[in-house]
């Protein structure tokens, strides 16, 4: 049975949040609201679009470490020009989020393409400037509601068609990522450069140029949560978002993104962030306490990663004929 | 210079890596519906110039010209776009992708003004090259689940899937069975006819003087001549490759060959190999021969304790062992050479003396506090028993030559005083005289009693140097041949699934 499980991690995922919804229903009868779930999706978005980046650059056999900071960052710098200029229409200061965020992660993948630098070590040190620079930025102030134009803030809330807006750009992104790693070249790009770096360049794949790219887009979608954050809770300070970028990697691993590179589907990860959401906002409804969510979150990572890596326990060469016949039926879904 | 119906030309190249120089001012000619062969012995230079050709290499100097242009390949893209494809010596895939994803890569079709990928022409187009070579897979298979003669398939579909002017084909018959080399003839005499190059990279003159139309030879990183194939013979082309007589001598010792040391019986592996029984015996050198990807390699990491999956019956002078770890094994009197010196063997980064004493730092040490002393002597010791080219025991075994880290290698596990060796390749990749070096130190260690196993797909090593010859097929050992019985022929038949056992 295991095994089966294991071979899809997306049905297995979506069950366990359906059977955890239900759970928490069953005692909790409002949580299966429709405001309810609507609401635990809404909380999830931010997650979800994080974590679409995330899986680009772990795909590629690096990570991300400076996400969370960089939505800081841009939130900080969107809401105080909010503050400044009220007049700025919105779509103008989101344009300014995404191309600000864009830029941040480029800074990560200029390092770890052209100065060949270690993803884990440059995004590390990003994180703390970024972080820094909230504060330079800020002075430490904070942005607070009063400060922000009522359409900078309500923006996220709109609802259309029973979905805040929030929850409709995360939809989006997510459906435009589905369909880029299936049918585009640049969305295969990630998972040929990640799988076999070597294969990978003898196909004439620029596997830096990727990894550069998957940190453009991290940064781009940073950006964009940045805007989101500061307009949701209608606050921004220096510690926006502090430590979300574990949440983030944690999000990717449970939805089945290996950490080797190469592995993983954008439904999975999608999964992993709702997964993640569920369990942060179910668990305080049936009165569970916040320590047991922190530990119920680890325990599930490691679970996940030990289910990764039996999937992607390296195969033999299969010599026997045997052996070819046996396994022959073996299909992948992606393609 | 240049001939004009040349499609590529090189010359003057060269490529220099560290302390080698692979390609040492190299011409080369490749004409329209001919296929030239590229002869030369291991650490000639072929595999350096085929990534030359295809953008995986700079050269350091030299031009090459492109119907006559000259040319920069400065990327793989740059090569497929010209109209440059090869199916490289190891098989670089994807094993995590389908069939069609691994012949498509890096040149999708697409559709429509999204250039969406155009998944159900793919797997269409898939399925007619595959047929087309008589290579059945399902398009939609995981690469990782194919075995490796099928992986190899898939590489020659997806050098076929170019429209290329351009066909590099580079030792394509190391992991083919007999069938399937047959049919690589038919592919290759059908691209000759359609009018394409071909750069045809192998070690066997059979398959040479049956599909070439043109020779080159390099020897050593250099160009030595070229000519067309009907005015040379196998004679003429083997004193190039070696500029000495044809019977390359090995320094074979006649040694009193003693009991069974090792007495492998009933073993087996889930999917790599199957009923594998056989001994080795003091004073013994014991050959397995095969195509790449026959299983040997499988069958001397399960005998060392790296291979779970693996049951059987192993027994060192007569007691039963077992072995589950490498340390296990050296316990035992088992040890190891990999084929991999670099990723395997050696600890590149880490001096000479070092990597002698780390498998037995313990047994050194025994207080726990590290002797550099007793390393030392130890390192000295062995170093110049094999004669290791250094100016110090301190050097990093990275700055040695391919040779002198395989002494150093071998003479890392020769310190543990072991009962049985195994060598896995143990001459690839190295240069002529560091090769004769290896071959001499291997007759000293059965004239002290040791057993040795020598994994190799080198017939003339093989031959010149095995007391007795394994040879595996898929996973099976399908003969056995003593000094005497094995013939080049017999051997080659065996091993390609030729011969019924």
Redesign the interface.
């Known amino acids: 049975m295991m095994s089966a499980i294991l071979k899809n991690r997306e049905r297995f995922l979506a069950l366990v949040i359906v059977v955890l919804v239900l759970a928490v229903g069953f005692i909790t009868p409002d949580f299966l609201s429709f405001t309810s779930l609507v609401g635990t999706f809404n909380d999830t978005s931010i997650l979800m679009i994080l974590a679409m980046g995330q899986m680009l650059v772990i795909l590629t056999r690096c990570i991300d470490l400076s996400v969370a900071a960089n939505v800081a960052l841009t939130g900080m710098a969107v809401g105080m020009i909010n503050a400044a200029f009220p007049g700025v229409p919105i779509p103008l200061l989101m344009l300014f989020a995404l191309v600000m965020g864009a830029v941040l992660g480029a800074i990560n993948g200029f390092f770890v393409w052209i100065v060949g630098v270690p993803a884990i070590v440059v995004t590390l040190g990003t994180m703390s400037i970024y972080r820094g620079s909230v504060f330079l930025l800020s002075d430490g102030a904070w942005v607070n509601a009063h400060q922000m134009s009522e359409s900078f803030i309500d923006l996220p809330r709109q609802v259309v068609l029973g979905l805040p807006m929030m929850s409709w750009i995360a939809i989006a992104i997510v459906a435009l990522l589905f369909f880029a790693s299936?049918?585009?070249?640049s969305g295969?790009d990630f998972?040929?450069a990640g799988?076999?770096p070597?294969?990978?360049?003898?196909?004439?794949?620029?596997v830096g140029k990727v990894q550069f790219k998957a940190f453009v887009v991290s940064g781009t979608l940073a950006g964009l949560c940045g805007y989101l954050w500061v307009s949701r809770f209608a606050v921004a300070y220096v510690d926006v978002a502090n430590g979300f970028e574990l949440q983030v990697v944690a999000a990717c691993v449970i939805g089945g993104i290996s950490i080797m590179g190469?592995?993983g589907t954008v439904i999975g990860c999608a999964l992993g962030a709702l997964f993640l959401g569920v369990i942060n906002n179910a668990l305080p409804v049936i009165g569970v306490s916040p320590f047991w969510q922190m530990a119920i979150s680890g325990a599930v990572i490691i679970i996940a990663v030990i289910a990764n890596s039996s999937a992607e326990r390296r195969?033999?060469?299969?010599?026997?004929?045997?052996?070819?016949t046996a396994?022959?039926?073996?299909?992948?879904e992606?393609? | 210079m240049i001939t004009n119906s040349a499609v590529l030309s090189l010359r003057d190249v060269s490529k220099v890596f560290p302390g080698v120089k692979a390609l040492d001012n190299v011409k080369l000619d490749l004409y329209p519906g001919e296929v030239t062969a590229l002869v030369g012995e291991n650490g000639a230079g072929k595999s350096t110039l085929v990534k030359t050709l295809t953008g995986i290499y700079q050269p350091d100097g030299g031009e090459l010209y492109w119907k006559g242009e000259p040319v920069d390949i400065s990327d793989p893209e740059v090569a497929l776009q010209l109209g440059i494809t090869a199916i490289h010596q190891e098989t670089v895939l994807f094993g995590e992708l389908s069939v069609t994803e691994n012949i498509f890569a890096g040149n999708y079709l697409t559709r429509g003004p999204l250039r969406r990928l155009d998944w159900p022409a793919m797997h269409q187009r898939s399925r007619e090259i595959l047929a087309d070579i008589d290579a059945p897979l399902d398009p939609k298979a995981q690469l990782k689940g194919l075995s490796i003669g099928q992986k190899h398939m898939v590489a020659i579909a997806r050098a076929l899937s170019v429209d290329a002017q351009v066909v590099i084909l580079d030792e394509p018959t190391a992991a083919l069975s007999h069938h399937e080399i047959e049919e690589l003839y038919g592919i290759v005499e059908r691209l000759k006819k359609s009018g394409k190059a071909i750069l045809f990279i192998s070690h066997k003159f059979d398959e040479i003087f049956t599909i070439a139309d043109r020779y080159v030879v390099y020897r050593d990183g250099n160009f030595v001549g070229e000519g067309l194939i009907s005015n040379v013979n196998e004679a003429e082309l083997v004193e190039m490759m070696v500029a000495r007589s044809v019977s390359e001598t090995f320094p074979k010792q006649t040694v009193s060959i003693g009991e069974p040391v090792m007495t492998v019986s009933n073993l087996n592996h889930p999917t790599e190999f199957a009923d594998i029984n056989f001994e080795v015996r003091a004073g013994e050198i014991l050959g397995f021969y095969g195509l790449v990807g026959s299983g040997r390699t499988e069958i001397m990491q399960a005998l060392y304790g790296l291979s779970k999956a693996a049951t059987g019956d192993v027994r060192i002078d007569g007691k039963t062992t077992q072995i589950r770890s490498p340390a296990d094994a050296i316990a035992d009197g088992l040890v190891y050479v990999p084929e991999e010196r670099q990723q395997q063997g050696a600890i590149l980064d880490l001096p000479i003396f070092q990597n002698i004493s780390l498998p037995q730092l313990s047994k050194l040490n025994p207080k726990g506090v590290l002797n550099e002393q007793r390393e030392y002597e130890l390192a000295r010791a062995y170093g110049e028993r094999l004669k290791v080219k250094t100016s110090s025991w301190d050097q990093k075994v990275a700055n040695l030559s391919g040779g002198n880290q395989q002494k150093v290698v071998i003479g890392k596990w020769l310190a543990t005083q072991p009962k049985v060796i195994i060598l896995d390749e143990p001459t690839k990749g190295i240069d002529i005289g560091s090769k004769a070096a290896v071959h001499r130190f291997m007759s000293e260690l059965v004239e002290d009693g040791l057993a040795v196993i020598m994994v190799s797909s080198e017939l003339p090593e093989v031959l010149g140097m095995a007391d007795r010859i394994m040879v595996m097929h898929e996973g099976l050992m399908v003969r056995e041949f003593s000094r005497e019985d094995a013939t080049a022929e017999a051997v080659v038949a065996a091993a390609t699934g030729g011969l019924a056992a």
């Open positions: 299936r049918h585009w070249r295969r998972f040929t799988g076999d070597t294969a990978a360049f003898y196909t004439g794949v620029n190469g592995i195969e033999g060469r299969i010599i026997l004929r045997s052996a070819v396994r022959g039926a073996q299909k992948v992606a393609a």
